[in-house]
Structures are given as C-alpha cells and as structure tokens.
T-cell receptor, first 112, second 116 residues
Framework: NAGVTQTPKFQVLKTGQSMTLQCAQD?????MSWYRQDPGMGLRLIHY???????DQGEVPNGYNVSRSTTEDFPLRLLSAAPSQTSVYFC???????????FGEGSRLTVL | AQKITQTQPGMFVQEKEAVTLDCTYD???????LFWYKQPSSGEMIFLIY??????QNATEGRYSLNFQKARKSANLVISASQLGDSAMYFC?????????????FGDGTTLTVKP
C-alpha cells in the first residue's frame, strides 16, 4: 500500500520561482490537507479539502494555492517563493471528518 | 489563537520507566477529537492514540494511554516502560467539528529523550 505519496522529497528554489508539490493518496480518503513544519515547531495548516472540487484555507494560506480536481490528488502550488517559505511540508489525508491523519513522508523545501 | 498547548519543550526519562507528556486544549465545541502523533528523527508522522470527547473511558494502545480530563481540558499521553526507540518528538492535536469540521490543530511538540 502506497498510502500518501509526496513529491519531490527535496527541492531548492530561488526567490520568486514557482513550483508545485504533488500529493497523491490511494485510500479513497475524502479529506486532504497540507501542513508546514518549521524547525522545532508543530504543524500549521495551509489549505485543506473535504472532497473533490472543495478547498478551503487553513491557518497560513498566503503564498500558496491548491486545487482538488480528483479524490486522489491535492497539489500545493507556491506562486512566488520567498525565504519565509523554507520549511518541511506534509500532505495528509483522512477518511471523512473524523479519525487519524495519514501523512506523507514530507517535502523539504529551501528557498534561497 | 493557539488551541493546543504543550508546555514541555523537552523531557528526559530513564529506560523502562513511565513518562507523561502534557497537553491542554481549548475549544467551545462539545464534539472534538484528540490525537497524539510521534515524529522520530527520520521525520515521518506516526499516529499513536485517539480520544473522542464523548468517550467515557481513557484510550489505551499498547504502552500508550491517554489521560483525558475533560473538565480540565487536558489530554496527557502516558508512555509506560519507555524504550530507546521512544525517543522522538510527540505532538498533541485536536480535530474539531462544526464550522471547523475536519481541521486539525497541532501543538508545538515535546521532544522526548529516553536514557539507557
């Protein structure tokens, strides 16, 4: 079972560049979300989706864009990368609105 | 506003002893869920245990138990018989219902070090 798959695992960007972090899950989960984790801190919610075609903002949405065209995929787009977006990004999914989150392995992004 | 508070940035415990990691939360929603996750140095997030707000008994999963005190809004994780492999960062998280349905809020974590 693949679970939640994130790509790439590592990425270095220059300020102003754009990129997309990919997230795919094969568990038919309705709920998907993106978090960022800064050093020594917890996870902060960027965007989430409760189903295909439905997305909403989390705690720290500025500078990020998402879409959910299928149940399986939930890409996160950085529109114009800034050094403040240097972080580890986690994609997570859950069946329905309850239950535990299933996480991807994380994507480490460095913006120079 | 921070809704999950973990007041212990770091904790040490001797191997084979029990340890309690503190977590307090804030919500006005009567329906919510509380979770603990483990993050080893390798970076992945591992689900440990879940407690629902309406559950009458404290949750247990093997060596993990959750000391749920609803009136005090605390959900402490108890690890019994600590092992070296328990050294990791531990996060408390809350999932609310209502208008925040589905969102999960995380605390800043506690780094646990198990000493041999």
């Amino acid at each position: 079972n693949a679970g939640v798959t994130q790509t790439p695992k590592f990425q270095v960007l220059k300020t102003g560049q754009s990129m997309t972090l990919q997230c795919a899950q094969d568990m038919n989960h309705e709920y998907m979300s993106w978090y960022r984790q800064d050093p020594g801190m917890g996870l902060r919610l960027i965007h989430y989706s409760v189903g295909a075609g439905i997305t909403d903002q989390g705690e720290v949405p500025n500078g990020y864009n998402v879409s959910r065209s299928t149940t399986e995929d939930f890409p996160l787009r950085l529109l114009s990368a800034a050094p403040s977006q240097t972080s580890v990004y986690f994609c997570a999914s859950r069946r329905g609105l309850t239950g535990e989150l299933f996480f991807g392995e994380g994507s480490r992004l460095t913006v120079l | 506003a921070q809704k999950i508070t973990q007041t212990q940035p770091g904790m040490f415990v001797q191997e084979k002893e029990a340890v309690t990691l503190d977590c307090t939360y804030d919500t006005s929603d009567p329906s919510y869920g509380l979770f603990w996750y483990k993050q080893p140095s390798s970076g992945e997030m591992i689900f440990l245990i879940y407690q629902g707000s309406y559950d009458q008994q404290n949750a247990t999963e093997g060596r993990y138990s959750l000391n749920f005190q609803k009136a005090r809004k605390s959900a402490n994780l108890v690890i019994s018989a600590s092992q070296l492999g328990d050294s990791a960062m531990y996060f408390c998280a809350m999932r609310e219902a209502g208008t925040n349905a589905g969102k999960s809020t995380f605390g800043d974590g506690t780094t646990l070090t198990v000493k041999p």
